[in-house]
């Protein structure tokens, strides 16, 4: 069934009290009516309504920009806020993060809105019949909550509240803070080093976290969070820097032949205020190139576009380079740009896919013969420089190879399984 806007009655009971009784009664007592009625309505302003709810809170990093309101059937109707990308009619909601306050024990049905997104001008939808959410009491700790699409493009969400407190969330989320924490944990570690590299439109640092030797004879790079409801990177790329940390005999190996670049949260604006796929400025950071990034509308591009050059310059060109991404149905996507040496890259590429399905739990494969995605970060970093470079989409809805939909120690566990698969990419008899 689908949910359509309702009608609401916003005439309230005090309201209605108020338009003609008031009109008969002698002046001396309109001032204590009204008294009565002030009173009346500050003392009910944080009882729940016919829902049972009470509030819904967005005063936290990575929560999602909304408004909502309740319908006369008690349906919570939360209408999300598009990104909208610059100089085109493409909008993007695909990210949802908020608390929901309601009275202990209350059953409250959620209906989210504005999920008719445009891409390359045609509508379609970050929807479907496989969309989950997740809920948790605390934010940390996170479970599936059943969710239905609607027949006009919604998503129907079906909450019990135990605690007064439940926070429904997209993908288990990754937030500034997490990645604070995990750069806090590293960065004395002697095998790590962080540099920052520039700033986002609104001034956060922008690093490249580097976990290995710089003389190591391979290089790897990796950037997550392009766009920023794909929590899943973040936590892929958690899982792998745990991994190589590790005090034992394979970290040794793997960092004894590769080392990592990473830049962990490309667009950290739009994760802190819970957006879904632009920077502030309206532009895709996993667009554009093709060509030199513009530094006015996205410096995020530009800084990384620096560094590399830098890198190549010194001699530190990365020999692999993936863009780690969401979406839901997850694939290896291969770009074939008209470079010299495609079959060469292609031959790579398929040695790194049988490798990932090897050391990690991913099966979807790669995309078919003749595909191509212009302007992408795997596109372009391997027609303008020549580097092995991929977009790696993992499914947010279901993991395949475990059966099981995925939570961030899933991610953390692919990352994980990265670093074998590096070492054997790397292998002398591999080059």
């Known amino acids: 069934m689908g949910y359509r806007k309702a009608n609401f009655d916003l005439v309230s009971v005090e309201s209605r009290m108020v338009q003609r009784p008031l009109l008969s009664l002698p002046l001396a007592a309109v001032p204590v009516i009204l008294a009565i009625l002030w009173l009346a309505g500050f003392a009910h302003a944080g009882a729940a309504g016919p829902s049972g709810l009470i509030y819904i809170n967005t005063s936290f990093?990575?929560?999602s920009p909304l408004y909502w309101e309740t319908d006369a059937a008690g349906l919570v109707h939360v209408y999300l806020v598009y990104d909208q990308e610059r100089a085109s009619p493409n909008r993007a909601?695909?990210?949802?993060f908020f608390e929901v306050q309601a009275a202990p024990n209350?059953?409250?049905t959620l209906v989210l809105h504005n999920l008719d997104n445009v891409w390359?001008?045609?509508r379609g939808s970050p929807i479907s019949n496989r969309t989950i959410c997740y809920v948790s009491e605390d934010a940390r700790t996170w479970r599936l909550a059943p969710a239905q699409k609607t027949d006009d493009n919604c998503l129907k969400v079906e909450l019990v509240i135990v605690s007064g407190s439940l926070y429904v969330a997209r993908m288990e989320p990754y937030r500034l803070s997490d990645l604070e924490a995990l750069e806090k944990r590293i960065h004395d570690d002697r095998r790590v080093r962080i540099a920052t590299i520039g700033k986002t439109v609104q001034g956060r640092e922008l690093e490249v976290i580097r976990v290995g030797y710089p003389n190591a004879s391979c290089r790897v790079f990796l950037r997550a969070r392009a766009h920023p409801w794909e929590a899943g990177g973040n936590w892929v790329v958690e899982g792998l820097v745990e991994r190589l940390l590790r005090a034992d005999a394979d970290a040794e190996r793997y960092l004894g032949r590769y080392?990592?670049?990473?830049?962990p949260m490309a667009n950290k604006d739009g994760v802190a205020r819970g957006m879904t796929r632009f920077n502030l400025r309206g532009k895709d950071l996993n667009r554009d190139w093709d060509k030199p990034a513009d530094p006015a509308l996205a410096p995020e591009n530009a800084a990384l576009e620096a560094w590399l050059e830098e890198s190549i310059r010194a001699g530190h060109k990365p020999d692999l380079a993936l863009d780690l991404h969401n979406d839901g149905g997850g694939r290896l996507h291969l770009s074939r740009p008209p470079v010299a040496d495609l079959d060469r890259h292609l031959e790579k590429m398929r040695s790194f896919e049988a490798l990932l399905r090897r050391h990690t739990w991913f099966t979807e494969g790669s995309t078919q013969p003749g595909?191509?995605?212009?302007?992408t970060l795997g596109d372009g970093w391997l027609e303008r420089y020549g580097i092995d470079a991929a977009v790696l989409e993992l499914n947010c809805n279901w993991i395949a190879g475990l059966k099981e939909a995925p939570l961030g120690r899933h991610w953390e566990t692919f990352g994980a399984g990265l670093a074998r698969v590096f070492f054997d990419?790397?292998?002398?008899?591999?080059r």
């Open 61 to 63: 990093e990575n929560a």
């Open 425 to 430: 990419y790397f292998a002398p008899s591999a």
């Open 93 to 96: 909601n695909g990210h949802w």
């Open 120 to 122: 390359n001008g045609k």
């Open 106 to 108: 209350t059953q409250c």
């Open 259 to 263: 080392c990592v670049y990473i830049m």
């Open 371 to 375: 595909f191509r995605n212009s302007g």
